[in-house]
């Protein structure tokens, strides 16, 4: 057997949405390298998830990488100083890590460009998001041009392309995707304070966001909730 | 006295172009927050040179942060494997590392946003640079772009800008703007393979760029080689 797919590189948090992403991109026959990161999240359970979805969907390899975000402080995901909230918020949330996937596709870029990879996944949304600025599609548009300049990759005459599968997609159409691909998201882990088992909290924006995409899917939730 | 100065991010490598840079944002009336990076180099000899000018040159502040580069390897400056060539070479040179500006100026958004600051400041030049993508102009402009849709800050209506003082400068002219702005290179380590005293090679391309520097501003060069 020839190997003759193309390299790509998935940002895979452990969640319902970058688990549709990596089982997306395996789908459409790329060779998928993904890549998590430890920033200082109040829980550890979304990269045992990671782990367990990079292996159970077929990722050639998986990376995790840590990072120093908490020193900077100013997110209540990773200052344990701010309170998640369990009501829904006006504008941008406390829940918002300052220039996050900024971070991450700098790092999926600077990987894509060893692998000699000009693709790289995301699954931001724009749709049933969080009100996150580096979730709409302007900005990973601007992320796409910047990349080009940035690397080798692009100087040299290949494309980058920032890939977003679910970016106009409703969180029940995302499921709807992923079940047809074949995640199984009892393994995935949304909650912004999950246990350390990976029990939710039903309670938190993500949660919310979650459960109802399940329920307008017309799926069964498979979702672990706290008692 | 009130405290009116706006906030600025510093990039600091313990370089002379970046010790330039600080110099010049404080001397423009910009309270720095100086940010360097453990991110693997070979020597830790630059990171001291930091720390040192940091405190010297009046920073407000200064943070190093670690990053996880050298795994992802595919650099001579992070991957012990990879030789440090002595000789010019043709195109991007293996000092070359992946989407380092880009990984940097990512942090620095970040700490930015976090400190209510539209400012950032990076000591990238076009002129006598080593043949790096992520030092140019266009990739810089497309850089700010990107980082205004990417923040609260950019989206909130304020504007992030990213300074690059350098950027149209000569060695020999950066040199003369830092010494009119009080810098002491002999403080700065420029060397992709200083020992651990922070004395140069002499011979890799950074080392030659910073002698003909010197050479054409016609002062004397402080650096300390080795025997």
Redesign the interface.
Known sequence: MSNTKPKAVVLLSGGLDSATVLATAIADGYECYALSFDYGQRHKAELQASDRLAETLGAKTH?T?????G????SALTDSTIEVPTHPSEG?PVT????????F???A???A??LQSGDIFIGVNAVDYSGY??C?P??IE??E???N????V??EGHKMTIHTPLIELSKAEIIQLGLSRGVDYAMTVSCYAADETGAACGECDSCRLRAKGFADAGVADPTRYRK
Chains 1, 2 share one sequence.
């Open positions: 990376k990488l840590s990072l120093d975000l020193q900077l402080g100013g941008i918002y890590v300052p220039a996050r996937n900024t971070i596709l700098s790092y870029l600077a990987w460009e060893i600025p580096d709409r302007e900005y601007a992320y041009r910047m990349a300049l940035a690397t080798k692009g100087v």
